[in-house]
Nanobody, 121 residues
Framework: QVQLVESGGGLVQPGGSLRLSCAASGSFVSIGTMGWYRQAPGKERELVARISRSGTVTDADSVKGRFTISRDYTKNMVYLQMNSLKPEDTAVYYC???????????????WGQGTQVTVSS
């Protein structure tokens, strides 16, 4: 059983900051890419940022210069530091991880339950 548990969401004023955390737990050999996605009401889920096992970062144009993704390999955690938040960042944020459960030959995608981020004055 593999679980991803997010924390750190909440209500913040425009221009404020939040830090999301996601911890992977359970039985697995290794974790590949970890990332954050978000889904606003009435919209499709979209990539916010992801970081590969080697540390390569891919992020959406809408968050460049404002959000920073990082990970702690020893703790199996990924973080999203969100600065200069805007109302359009309001969404449910989901943690995603590509996990090798039993061997290096195959992996599966896992998702957290989501955490709400609301940016409003």
């Amino acid at each position: 059983q593999v679980q991803l548990v997010e924390s750190g969401g909440g209500l913040v004023q425009p221009g404020g900051s939040l830090r999301l955390s996601c911890a992977a737990s359970g039985s697995f050999v290794s974790i590949g890419t970890m990332g954050w996605y978000r889904q606003a009401p009435g919209k499709e889920r979209e990539l916010v940022a992801r970081i590969s096992r080697s540390g390569t970062v891919t992020d959406a144009d809408s968050v460049k210069g404002r959000f920073t993704i990082s990970r702690d390999y020893t703790k199996n955690m990924v973080y999203l530091q969100m600065n200069s938040l805007k109302p359009e960042d309001t969404a449910v944020y989901y943690c995603n991880a590509n996990i090798y459960r039993q061997t290096w030959r195959s992996s599966d995608d896992y998702w957290g339950q989501g955490t709400q981020v609301t940016v409003s004055s």
